[in-house]
């Protein structure tokens, strides 16, 4: 027998490189930059005084909303006040503001204007008058509020995602807050005289005040947070708008226009036709970082590439050099202008996404990473990310050694075919991450219906992902009991959203014990089943005969006499009526009571479902698809109301004198 030590080894695949991140979470290792600002992002420097300031007298927290007298809702209509009393629609068609048709109203000055639902906010400086849209029919008018020593003047307004309506009160020195309807909830005083509120995505009001740097912060609630001191800051936490102003309100909307191009406009919507002055310079020409050093731990390791992830608008680069040793250099050698650094090819096409260089520089241990970004005064380079692979893994490998034996010939080989070894890693991973593919909890939304075809269930397209994943992730086990009344219970109790919390079927007739939830700090409970049932949702209407036996028959309300008007059967000569009587053709009458209630049933669901079209037509594939061929059901949308014989059954959808535990919302 031959020793396992003298056998040749066995050819393994292809294993792929190691790699290490730079980037917001793992940090960027900074040892020089010049021009750049660091934060998760790397982006060249403002200018110093060129940067837009939070309290621009146009109320645009410095480009992040619109001007204060104007609104843009989601449908990206724009809506402008201007000084001389006209409210303005931006019409895209012809590219212009064109004012609504019989209304004027002098205010004086240029009110400040929100929008939520159909209905505009004016805030006239005495009163906010609200209007509805499109044609501004009077709505309400929000006269001052109660208690307040001055009396009040709005002169800022917006809508916070909570349907909230914030007004600034520079006379009373805060912001009010009122409901949609207009009633007021709060008043946060001592912010001094505010002048324009403006609400983020998460909620936030942030009010601009007179001879104040930055904006006071406010969270949802009202409560004081932080004072913001420049838009950078907060940029992340506004939508982006549809159309870019300037620090003067002028407004940029050509990019609204159907037509090619279209004139910029002022704050009273007039365009400007004479040309505007060039913008200042808002960004540095050119920055520097130098990132590292970074430990391969490899004696002598040959780095293979770096995968910069970022946008690059046009006319913008980023160049990139390295620089490989074997031992860690102090970083001030590292920062002399005459240190032999290997530079690469920049990238200067506009790239939005990933995009790659192969690293060029001598073997070595560690590595420093230079990048080198270049704007064209008014745009930037974004890097998110650098991905650094290591040690080259080429498939030279897999070659004669002759075509290595040449150390110039090898680079050369090497660096050429790390082009298909970039594709053919890519390929590998995806087979290495196939299995993914095939776990309903973990394949992407669009290979969902594929892979229900596996096992022929057809998933309803309009239900949320979260529950198709469901019905995917159980269909293994509702497959086998398919057509029984258990099943479709089952997953009519998931549809609507009922969390299984007592004993409830599993698969067919089986069940499951659950614990009850206890306090942290009481010890474990013991096992026990929790108080609140699911409820029924199906009634099979065999359940409701209600015939007499012989002998043990008493007539009343839970008896019914045995009689021809059961199923309504026309007979000739027996008084049958046209539009009265109905024509059957089976010829069984003496079982026509049985027949009548086999194979029926009737499912009961939140009313809320009818609310929604998408819902109902979702409940009424899932009942067509699960319900036996041979029956017929009917649909009962249960209100919330109580009447005996006419929608509520008790036992079935009503509960007498009972307190549940638990708070379930159907």
Known sequence: MIPA????????????????????????????????????????ALLPGAARDLTEPSGSLGGLVPPANVAVNSACEIWLASADGYIKRFDPCA????????????????PALALCKDLLFIATGSLVD???????????????????????????ITVD????????????????????????????????????????????????????????????????????????????NFAPLPFPNDAAGRLNASGMCLSAGGPPFDLDGNPILKPLPPLPAQLYTAGTLISGPLDSRIYQCQWHRIILTGKIPRGCRVGISTYTSEAVLPDAQITLP??????????????????????QSPPGRYLWLKLDLGGDGFFSPQIDGARIEFPRISLRRYLPGVFGEDPVSADFLDRFLAIFDTTLRSVETTLDEQARYFDPRATPAGFLPWLASWIGVRLDGQLPEGKRRRILANAGETLRCRG??????????????????????????????????????????PERLCCMPAPELILEHFQIRRWLFSDNGRLGDCSVL??????????????????????????????????????????????????????????????????????????????????????????????IARKPNVQIRL
Request: charged share 20%; hydrophobic share 35%.
């Open 5 to 44: 030590a003298l056998l040749p080894s066995i050819p393994r695949p292809p294993h792929d490189p190691t790699f290490t991140l730079l980037g917001g979470s793992p940090g960027w290792r900074v040892l020089d930059a010049q021009g750049i600002t660091i934060t998760d992002k790397l982006a060249l």
């Open 95 to 110: 590219c212009s503001f064109d004012p609504v048709p019989y209304y004027h109203r002098p205010y004086g000055q240029r």
């Open 130 to 156: 609200v209007r509805t849209l499109p044609a501004l029919h009077p709505h309400a008018e929000w006269l001052s509020p109660k208690g307040l020593t001055n009396p009040w003047q709005p002169s800022g």
């Open 161 to 236: 995602v909570r349907h909230r309506v914030w007004v600034a009160d520079p006379a009373n020195g805060g912001a009010h807050r009122f409901s949609i309807s207009g009633r007021h909830h709060k008043f946060v005083a001592g912010l001094g005289v505010a002048r324009h509120v403006a609400s983020d995505c998460e909620g936030r009001i942030y009010v601009i005040r007179d001879g104040q740097p930055g904006a006071a912060v406010l969270d949802p609630d009202g409560n004081l947070l932080p004072d913001a001191t420049s838009p950078a800051a907060i940029g992340k």
């Open 338 to 359: 005459d240190l032999p650094w290997r530079t690469h090819p920049a990238s200067d096409t506009q790239a939005d996404g990933d995009w790659d260089c192969l690293i």
């Open 484 to 525: 029984t009344r258990d099943n479709l219970r089952r997953q009519m109790l998931d549809f609507i959203g009922w969390k299984f919390i007592g004993q409830e079927p599993n698969g067919c007739g089986e069940t499951c014990v659950c614990k009850c939830p206890g306090r942290p700090t009481c010890p474990p409970a």
């Open 562 to 655: 045995w009689g021809r008007r059961i199923v309504n059967r026309s007979q000739l000569n027996e008084g049958a009526q046209i539009g009265g009587t109905q024509l059957v053709t089976s010829n069984d009458p003496l079982r026509d009571p049985f027949h009548y209630t086999a194979h029926r049933f009737t499912v009961f669901v939140p009313g809320r479902l009818e609310d929604s079209d998408a819902l109902r037509r979702s409940l009424l594939n899932l009942l067509r698809s699960e319900s036996p061929a041979h029956t017929k059901y009917e649909v009962e949308f249960v209100r919330p109301k109580f009447r005996i014989g006419v929608q509520s059954s008790i036992g079935l959808n009503s509960v």
